[in-house]
């Protein structure tokens, strides 16, 4: 079992729609999760952080942690074309605060 | 805003040859990483950094790479030999942690795209 997992895609979405992206992890000692987002030939780019169960809110975007089912979702509200890009979930779980990344989800806003 | 910063954006060097990607990482970050990306494949970590020692590395970090901080500003990677199969995006990047369960994470630098050739 991968211990950050996420669907490829592509998860194609209308302009305007609410864009639902998940995530789930293996290890219950994971404290905290981040959204990233990666446009194609760019760097990843940090979009959300949470740690604590529930959700969180930032503008269009909101991350939702369930840690006893061990899944982290990112919620895009009113998705425009530019929300177009590859979003990664990572996981630090331990002191080194190394990020364990899933592979990524691609996600298409149809206009 | 502080960021990460890399240089060259782009390397191209012949297979065999040994190159220096260059990061600047954060000022007052403490934790430097270096992860690679092949073209159209997920980003996979490499190394980190921190205290002035390597404090993890991954399968793909053999002896072929070395990393250095050899000044107060900078984080190097070394590719001794190189080879086709090491043409990729690198990321260098850096993070300020002040303990568990919060949401300080790692910060990304531009990325180096190297092709051998």
Known sequence: ?111 | EPEVTQTPSHQVTQMGQEVILRCVPISNHLYFYWYRQILGQKVEFLVSFYNNEISEKSEIFDDQFSVERPDGSNFTLKIRSTKLEDSAMYFCASGQFTGMGSTDTQYFGPGTRLTVL
């Open chain 1, 1 to 111: 079992q991968k211990e950050v997992e996420q669907n490829s895609g592509p998860l194609s979405v209308p302009e305007g729609a609410i864009a639902s992206l998940n995530c789930t992890y293996s290890d219950r000692v994971s404290q905290s999760f981040f959204w990233y987002r990666q446009y194609s030939g760019k760097s990843p780019e940090l979009i959300m952080s949470i740690y604590s169960n529930g959700d969180k809110e930032d503008g269009r975007f909101t991350a939702q942690l369930n840690k006893a089912s061990q899944y982290v979702s990112l919620l895009i509200r009113d998705s425009q074309p530019s929300d177009s890009a590859t979003y990664l979930c990572a996981v630090i779980k331990d002191s080194n605060y190394q990020l364990i990344w899933g592979a990524g989800t691609k996600l298409i806003i149809k206009p």
